[in-house]
């Protein structure tokens, strides 16, 4: 049920050309280009120079792959490539050939048709985007509400139900949206998909760099936080008291209320983990 006075996002349908050479895309973003780049109007962009380049770098909607490149840390790169690789498969680019530190494709096939859907921008002026191949039955220019969107066609989608990506929610983005993926994500885990078959975001020791780049798997938004802990600091001792210190709220979306992320992260000493499946929460922007 919608609640009244609640403001529901409006999605603009563009289509154009996916790119990838020249570039370093990853699982959950790529460059984009519109045919008809009057539709880019349609959202509130504030940063002139993002506004006028041609190929835009989109940011994929509810999804969250692994981290490549983060103040200098890095996920584990298994998953973080098998994302990519099974994006560019989904959008059809192939031929793909990367530099020497798996950093940029310097050469592919691409610039594939297909759909993009957004409503609105990031803090870094990408489009928000559900990404969809040419064959989806959508038309260019459409200005659509959330429940007339194919989500389940979507690349987010597949991406998530594959087990490839975490869920990650961002308000306002529509509880009916949020509906679709969250059983994918609980099929993907129940049975083991991908990445939640060695997911360790419920706790693990973290008593080095070296756990969150090559040991363990977990939830990205997590992951930053800790590269961020290891940028900052470093001295583990200060573990705790930068953890609690942290000011990023969310809202549980069972219970509609909003509560901060810390105190939903647990934290003893070099333990550390999330308290809840990270589908049950959303982000404020």
Request: with cysteine; net charge negative; glycine share 6%.
């Amino acid at each position: 049920m919608i609640k009244q006075g609640v403001k529901m996002s409006v999605y603009k349908v563009i289509h154009g050309h996916f790119h990838v050479k020249g570039y370093s895309p990853d699982g959950d973003s790529i460059r984009f280009e519109a045919d008809d780049a009057v539709h880019w109007e349609f959202l509130n962009w504030q940063n002139q120079q993002k506004f006028k380049a041609a190929k835009k770098q989109l940011r994929f909607e509810a999804i969250d792959a692994l981290e490549t490149h983060y103040l200098g840390f890095h996920q584990p790169q298994a998953f973080a490539i098998a994302a990519l690789e099974t994006l560019l498969a989904m959008l059809e680019i192939t031929a793909v050939e990367y530099s020497l530190g798996v950093t940029r494709i310097v050469s592919a096939c691409d610039a594939k048709p297909g759909f993009i859907a957004a409503a609105a921008l990031d803090r870094f002026h990408r489009p928000v985007s559900f990404v969809f191949p040419d064959d989806v039955d959508l038309e260019d220019g459409a200005e659509v509400m959330a429940s007339a969107l194919p989500v389940e066609q979507s690349v987010n989608y597949r991406m998530a139900e594959q087990g490839l990506v975490y869920p990650t929610f961002y308000l306002p983005l529509e509880p009916e949206i949020m509906a679709h993926f969250k059983p994918a994500i609980a099929r993907a885990r129940v049975t083991g998909r991908g990445l939640w078959a060695v997911d360790r975001t419920a706790g693990f020791e973290f008593d080095r760099p070296g756990v969150i780049e090559e040991d363990v798997v977990i939830l990205p938004k997590l992951f930053r936080r800790l590269a961020s802990f290891l940028d900052r600091r470093g001295d583990f001792d200060l573990l705790v008291d930068y953890i609690h210190a942290g000011s990023d709220k969310v809202r549980l979306l069972d219970e509609g209320h909003d509560v901060w992320l810390r105190d939903l992260i647990h934290v003893d000493e070099r333990e550390v983990g999330l308290l809840i499946d990270p589908e049950l929460i959303a982000f404020h922007p």
